[in-house]
């Protein structure tokens, strides 16, 4: 928590302009109403309605993918799993841009819950695809056939997204979702955190809720039975909770690759296997992990904002690799 808050502190102080601590704290007291020294106009926007909803969105979206990351790698009993490698974040996008370009839902449907759908799509179509791959191949391992599954449906979720934009969206739509697409905080507004960190709590609180079954179905499915756990209601509810909060973020901030995979690895480093503490351990890792990130992509390049995707995915290709060759080493030995 003191390493959260250090994080978020230096989000709202670094940046092209360089803001003080005594002005934040300045800014934060007259916005809860207390009296204080009056604060530049420019310093006070640029804190508290870019900055703060920045970070604290930062630090839902980061929570979210790692407690995501969390909950496939025991289901799924895989160490590759993570919902941008299965897929479940191209499925978002899809889902997302259906939505907001396509019209999907007749105005009813949000662009989060069109994310949703799209997530849950994804995820049917890589579980029944690693399915019939394990049937048909001669020693196809689950992972194996899972990881090359999840790879496919991101292509195939990916290239429908393509599909939608260059035939229906103007110029300026295309620029838009494609730079939204590699992950962006740019648009940050309070709206966004209204509806992220409550998604995020919910998520935390559901999940946190069935630490046992999780700690029970990284032997396997029948293990978890024999311990009486009903596991197709657990896989359901907690799935569904992953494809919600990868949703959500998506909508929100776009596809950002690599932290539901690097950052559930260095929890387990930090504290253990035991879900009850890697939960949150997990959670608070991604906030601080995905708040980092977005400080670097701020001041990486002057004068420029990187996409955050971008950020990620220099940290987590690596740490994707390292993590194939230990996992395969692991099955080889």
Known sequence: MVILLAAVGSALVIGETVIPLPTIWNVLKLEFGYSAPEVNPIDHGILWSYRLPRAILAMACGASLALSGVVLQALLRNPLSDPY?????AGASTGAVSVAILGFGAGVLSLSGGAFIGALMAFGFVAFLARMAKGEGAGATSSLALLLAGVAGAQLFHALTALIIAKSADANQA?????????????????????????????????????????????GREA????????????????GTTALLTAIMVSLSGAIGFVGLVVPHAAR??????????????????????IMADIVSRVLIPGQTLPIGVVTALVGAPAFAVILVRSSRAHSG
């Open 85 to 89: 490698i299965l897929g479940l974040s």
């Open 269 to 290: 480093f930090l504290v253990g296997v035991r879900h009850v503490v890697l939960i949150p351990a997990a959670a608070l890792a991604g906030g601080v992990f995905l």
């Open 175 to 219: 620029r838009a979702i494609i730079f939204w697409m590699m992950g962006n905080l740019s648009g940050s507004r309070w709206q966004d955190v209204y509806l992220a960190v409550p998604v995020t709590m919910l998520g935390l609180g559901v999940i946190f809720g069935h630490f046992r079954a999780l700690d029970a179905m990284t032997f």
């Open 224 to 239: 978890a039975q024999s311990m009486g756990i009903r596991t197709s209601a657990v896989m359901t509810i907690l799935i």
